[in-house]
């Protein structure tokens, strides 16, 4: 069995596709338990014109869609960042069985940063977690992404700033 660091690397690579494509650098993959990578996905609302377009999304609808079967039954989940409401409520209803993300997302992260929906006792699957797998890799990407943006805000409103 490959470890976790082997698909979160694969994470990564996604990742890094989403920013070749101007969007922010989350990436995701969903691997079967036998260990094939069965969906993969990185952000896209921006190309998309979607706003349920996220990694995680993507990758659960690739995986349904390779599988026959929206119920990912036994499937592990990794994202390069701690997933959000929208992405949380997606992974209990594929009934992923095992969730591994990167780096935590203080604004908006629901798994450990602002509340942790897999522990509410009105859920009836539950999603076991590890966090912090490559964080800094991913975190990485990120800030990257974040500081050419900023830099390339701040060169288009001029030396005066928007006025």
Known sequence: MRSDEFYMHRALDQAREGL??????????????AGEIVGAGFNAPISGHDPSAHAEIRALRDAARRLGNYRLEGCTLYVTLEP??????????????????????????????????????????????????????????????????????????????DH
């Open 20 to 33: 070749a494509a101007g969007e922010v650098p989350v990436g995701a993959v969903v691997v079967s338990p």
């Open 84 to 161: 959000c409401l929208m992405c949380t409520g997606a992974i209990i209803h594929a009934r992923i069985a095992r969730l591994v993300y990167g780096a935590a997302e203080p604004r908006t992260g629901m798994v450990e940063s602002k509340a942790n929906l897999f522990a509410q006792p009105w859920h009836n699957h539950r999603v076991m977690v590890e966090g912090g797998v490559l964080a800094a890799r991913a975190a990485k990407l990120l800030k990257a992404f974040f500081e050419a943006r900023r830099e390339r805000d701040e060169a288009a409103s001029g030396p005066l700033g």
